[in-house]
């Protein structure tokens, strides 16, 4: 490719809106521009990369035995109805409305439509397991879009779904794609980990992360050096101390309360029933004591009553605090550290089992005793968050933090979307179950944003050579050396070589400068003194290596 007929509309600004050194420089090297918030068009350079990925991508997901298909990102609503998530996904969710006033949505994910397009078409064990993926556009409204393609509304995303007829089925499903993600990662040439990941609400199932390691990404990571356990910081758990010194949830003697129904609940807190995730509540003459209500962020786990003297109660969702009739800061969500809510992450096991030990009284009851009406399991679990220095859970020494982009996930879902959309299939003996599901994601265009954030310097961004947008560039640096750059681009190209050749008027230093930002992993520089002496001068973009190479050899050399 000539730079001359090609469209790569550098900048030498630094633009004022990016914050990210990967949003800097794909503006600057001309990769993307912005349409709207978290919305962009990939010019030429970032098509070539995004490309690389894709077909990277593909390859890995055919062998592990994905059938890719294309499947509509408009979604009608009755399929999320069904699911219950047309509720649930909230303001992140993109709707609309044809002419009739039917409901439809922007796919943000696939689990609903490719679950109701196979349970008509997959009827018998003899069908399974079935690998489907697609690459494709999701649109999610997120709430602050930002760092470029890195967090847009308009993004990018492979998404595999496997349908097997049992739980062993399931596990090799997961264990291929574990092996894909981590062959498309580093295939891609990028530093990166797998996590373990907080399953969310749906609870008890696997997940995992995979995040490309860089200082700025935005999710947090827990890691031991000493057996490899690593997990994002909603997940990880900390080895605690057998005894507490004192206990951080006192025991506490109430007169019994009357538990309340559902609908109590709901009118009380004007939120449709379905918000509800946890249908255990008390209630005193004037208040609830415990609710849990599934908010737009995650889990939001709103407690009332003589709860709020526990010190864990800081930041709230204003708008929840206002409907409970209660100062903010009084009530909030578990589990979001990054809004600075402390996760019980001192609270000592022992003194949770020495409470659950305490006797009940005639019309009196113990609060944090009971487990199950006090708390549950999964909450315990968030209470054991780990923090940088806690002992691994596993082998005790410190763990370390680290930060990351989560670029890929993967998820164990079992019969979540196949129950709730009548999926089944008919098994060897006979009865009709639900197929065993799970998800599989990799963000294609935030892949772009985080290897040049893990790969930049103050000059620009340092391809990875698998996924760079050409891999070598010729700078010929005056009008007398273009001949034999010429030469070396022909014989370069004719090799099968991705080569740009700057062939600009402009001057050297524009042209080094360039070169620099939009990052080609190997720059073949022809200027007056080295082809003087027959040479050419090479530099390798990611080491700043430079050394020179006979002009006779340059092909055989690249090669
Ligand atoms: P995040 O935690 O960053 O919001 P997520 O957990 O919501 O991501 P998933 O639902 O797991 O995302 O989607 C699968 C993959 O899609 C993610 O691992 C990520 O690589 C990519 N992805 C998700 N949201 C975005 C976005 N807004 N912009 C670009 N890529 C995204
Ligand atoms: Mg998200
Ligand atoms: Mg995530
Ligand atoms: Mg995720």
Same mark, same amino acid.
């Given at each position: 490719?000539?730079? %001359?007929?090609?469209?790569?509309? +550098?900048? &030498? ?8 050194? %990967? ?78 006033? &039917? ?95 907080? %399953? ?60 309340? +129904? !559902? ?11 379905? $918000?509800?995730? $946890?249908?255990?509540?008390?209630? +005193? ?52 550290? #990054? ?11 022992? +003194? ?8 009940? #009284? ?82 294609? %265009? ?25 891999? !070598? ?16 681009? &022909? ?48 530099? !390798? &973009? ?18």
């Amino acid at each position: 490719m000539r730079y %001359s007929q090609y469209y790569i509309p +550098t900048l &030498r600004e630094v633009p004022s809106e990016a914050e990210l050194d %990967s949003h800097k420089l794909m503006l600057r090297a001309g990769m993307i521009r912005k349409a709207a918030a978290g919305i962009y068009s990939f010019l030429p350079l970032a098509q070539r990369v995004l490309k690389k990925i894709i077909r990277i991508v593909e390859e890995e997901m055919d062998r592990a035995g994905g059938m890719q298909v294309l499947l509509p990102i408009v979604q009608p609503a009755e399929i999320w109805h069904q699911t219950g998530r047309w509720d649930v996904y909230g303001d992140e969710m993109f709707r609309l409305q044809d002419r009739h006033g &039917r409901d439809f949505c922007l796919g943000p994910t696939h689990e609903e439509m490719i679950t109701t397009l196979l349970k008509n078409e997959v009827r018998s064990y003899r069908d399974l397991p079935l690998r489907i993926y697609q690459i494709q556009n999701k649109y999610r409204d997120e709430i602050r879009p930002r760092f470029g393609v890195m967090r847009a509304r308009e993004f990018i995303m492979k998404d595999l779904y496997s349908f097997d007829r049992d739980e062993e089925g399931l596990n090799r499903s997961y264990e291929a794609m574990y092996e894909a993600y981590t062959r498309i990662f580093t295939r891609c040439g990028l530093k990166f980990r797998a996590v373990e990941a907080d %399953s969310g609400a749906i609870g008890g199932e696997v997940s995992h992360e995979f995040m490309v390691l860089a200082p700025a990404g935005e999710a947090v990571i827990l890691y031991c050096e000493g057996c490899n356990y690593a997990a994002n910081d909603e997940k990880a758990t900390a080895a605690l101390p057998e005894t507490a010194a004192e206990p951080l949830l006192a025991v506490e003697k109430v007169a019994t309360p009357n538990q309340a +129904t !559902v609908a109590e609940v709901t009118a009380f807190l004007k939120v449709a029933p379905e $918000k509800l995730i $946890k249908t255990l509540f008390y209630k +005193t003459e004037s208040e609830f004591i415990a609710v849990l209500v599934r908010g737009d962020d995650d889990l939001n786990e709103i407690k009332l009553g003589n709860l709020l003297n526990q010190p864990y109660w800081l930041a709230a969702p204003e708008e929840i605090a206002e409907k409970l009739g209660l100062p903010v800061g009084y009530v909030g969500p578990v589990g979001l550290k #990054e809004k600075g809510v402390k996760v019980f992450a001192d609270l000592r096991i022992q +003194t949770m089992k020495n409470a659950i030990c305490g006797a009940n #009284e005639q019309d009196f009851h113990l609060r944090h005793v009971n487990l199950e009406r006090d708390f549950t399991v999964d909450t315990f679990a968030d209470l054991r968050l780990a923090k940088a220095g806690d002992a691994c859970v596993h082998c005790g020494q410190p763990l370390q933090e680290t930060r990351g982009v989560e670029v890929g996930h993967i998820f164990k879902l079992g019969t979540k979307y196949s129950s709730a959309l009548n999926a089944t299939f008919r098994d060897e003996d006979g009865v009709e179950k639900p197929f065993i599901m799970g998800c599989y994601g990799i963000g294609i %265009s935030r892949i772009m944003a985080a290897a040049i954030e893990q790969n930049n310097d103050e000059n620009g961004i340092k391809w990875p050579l698998p996924i760079a947008p050409f891999q !070598v560039i010729i700078l010929a640096l005056g009008e007398e050396q273009k001949a034999a750059a010429e030469q070396i681009y &022909r014989e370069l190209t004719a090799a099968g070589v991705e080569v740009l050749y700057d062939d600009r008027d402009e001057r050297p230093g524009v042209k080094f400068k360039d070169a620099d930002l939009i990052g080609i992993p190997l720059r073949l520089t022809v200027g007056p003194k080295s082809l003087a002496q027959g040479e050419v001068e090479v530099k !390798v &973009r990611m080491t700043g290596e430079d050394f020179r190479w006979p002009l006779a050899e340059i092909t055989a050399r690249v090669l």
